[in-house]
């Protein structure tokens, strides 16, 4: 099977050096599409012909969109949390109900999605991990003492860079709370947040890495003990962050909609006494969540996703 996924045209990376999650999930599915004997490859939208692909997988609306004018048969998978932030009456909702409507199938990150646009092409295709990258560093880790907690992500949102959609103040609140230590992860984007919440610098215990490579960022797993991910919108469900974390090994408190299954989390919403109960729990039954995290990282690998995929692509050829 021939296959090319459309480049983001983000100015980006595949694979990305660092941030880029559009960019890590095309090359992801590259190799692994690979490694079970197809053609794949990424190419901007505007040099691709009609004929050329034997399926061609579109992650951005407007591309889509352009591929369907020129007659281009496509598979297209949503990324952008914007489809709810803005609403049903916004562009960037009918954009992208547009390149459903244009598409052969849509996949969606995230149940609530499939829901949202009530589309008969859409269906649930959750994301994957790379287990060759993230990898618990023991068999069985101990109960930490003074558990080190973790946050990695791009906080943000429609365009307000200060705004706190990953949850932060409740990751730093919690820490400071039980007098833990925690470290916040993830691009210069994220000085934004601090730059409207100067509070948190007074914290001694808070550290901030910015921009690791995937190297550097198993290391930063393997160095804590417990992921937070009190985030209030994702298109992900579950995103590309818990699952790396899970695949190392730990276990997580944060939120994902209760429709999708995800074993080794806690889940609490954004209220910092219902996340420290969830940090009881999970000091309390420590062998079962770290299992159970290592456990979802396996069953959510990239190669088992890109399996699934390769089986929706003969559905639609």
């Given at each position: 099977?021939?296959?090319?996924?459309?480049?983001?045209?983000?100015?980006?990376?595949?694979?990305?050096?660092?941030?880029?999650?559009?960019?890590?999930?095309?090359?992801e599915?590259?190799?692994?599409?690979r490694?079970?004997?197809?053609?794949?490859?990424?190419?901007?939208?505007?040099?691709?012909?009609?004929?050329?692909?034997?399926?061609?997988?579109?992650h951005?609306?407007?591309?889509?969109?352009?591929?369907?004018?020129?007659?281009?048969?496509?598979?297209?998978?949503?990324h952008?949390?914007?489809?709810?932030?803005?609403?049903?009456?916004?562009?960037?909702?009918?954009?992208?109900?547009?390149?459903?409507?244009?598409?052969?199938?849509?996949?969606?990150?995230?149940k609530?999605?499939?829901?949202?646009?009530?589309?008969?092409?859409?269906?649930?295709?959750?994301?994957?991990?790379?287990?060759?990258?993230?990898?618990?560093?023991?068999?069985?880790?101990?109960?930490?003492?003074?558990?080190?907690?973790?946050?990695?992500a791009?906080?943000?949102?429609?365009?307000?860079?200060?705004?706190d959609?990953?949850?932060?103040?409740?990751?730093?609140?919690?820490?400071?709370?039980?007098?833990?230590?925690?470290?916040?992860?993830?691009?210069?984007?994220?000085?934004?947040?601090?730059?409207?919440n100067?509070?948190?610098?007074?914290?001694?215990?808070?550290?901030f890495?910015?921009?690791?490579?995937?190297?550097?960022?198993?290391?930063?797993?393997?160095?804590?003990d417990?992921?937070?991910?009190?985030?209030?919108?994702?298109?992900g469900?579950?995103?590309?962050?818990?699952?790396?974390?899970?695949?190392?090994?730990?276990?997580?408190?944060?939120?994902?909609?209760m429709?999708?299954?995800?074993?080794?989390?806690?889940?609490?919403?954004?209220?910092?006494?219902r996340?420290?109960?969830?940090?009881?729990?999970?000091?309390?039954?420590?062998?079962?969540?770290?299992?159970?995290?290592?456990q979802?990282?396996?069953?959510?690998?990239?190669?088992?996703?890109?399996?699934?995929?390769?089986?929706?692509?003969?559905?639609v050829?």
């Amino acid at each position: 099977m021939k296959i090319c996924h459309v480049d983001p045209a983000c100015g980006l990376d595949i694979p990305p050096k660092n941030w880029g999650a559009i960019e890590k999930i095309i090359w992801e599915f590259e190799v692994n599409q690979r490694k079970l004997g197809h053609e794949s490859t990424h190419r901007l939208g505007g040099y691709i012909n009609l004929g050329e692909f034997d399926i061609v997988h579109c992650h951005v609306a407007n591309l889509a969109i352009d591929l369907k004018h020129r007659g281009i048969p496509y598979i297209y998978q949503l990324h952008d949390h914007h489809v709810m932030y803005y609403g049903e009456d916004s562009h960037v909702y009918k954009e992208n109900l547009e390149a459903i409507e244009g598409s052969l199938i849509s996949l969606m990150p995230a149940k609530w999605l499939v829901d949202y646009f009530k589309h008969p092409k859409c269906v649930y295709f959750p994301h994957g991990v790379n287990t060759n990258d993230f990898y618990p560093k023991t068999i069985s880790k101990p109960r930490p003492i003074e558990p080190k907690l973790l946050m990695l992500a791009n906080n943000g949102m429609g365009g307000k860079n200060g705004h706190d959609r990953k949850g932060f103040a409740y990751g730093v609140g919690l820490a400071m709370k039980r007098n833990l230590p925690i470290t916040i992860v993830g691009p210069k984007n994220n000085e934004n947040w601090i730059n409207e919440n100067l509070w948190v610098l007074n914290y001694p215990k808070l550290k901030f890495i910015w921009e690791p490579s995937n190297l550097e960022l198993r290391q930063i797993y393997w160095n804590h003990d417990i992921f937070l991910h009190p985030s209030e919108l994702e298109a992900g469900h579950p995103n590309l962050t818990l699952l790396e974390a899970a695949a190392c090994g730990l276990p997580i408190i944060g939120w994902i909609e209760m429709e999708t299954d995800f074993f080794g989390m806690w889940r609490a919403p954004r209220n910092i006494f219902r996340m420290e109960e969830g940090l009881n729990d999970i000091l309390n039954q420590w062998d079962h969540y770290t299992k159970s995290a290592i456990q979802t990282g396996k069953d959510f690998s990239w190669e088992n996703r890109t399996k699934d995929l390769i089986n929706i692509y003969n559905q639609v050829l």
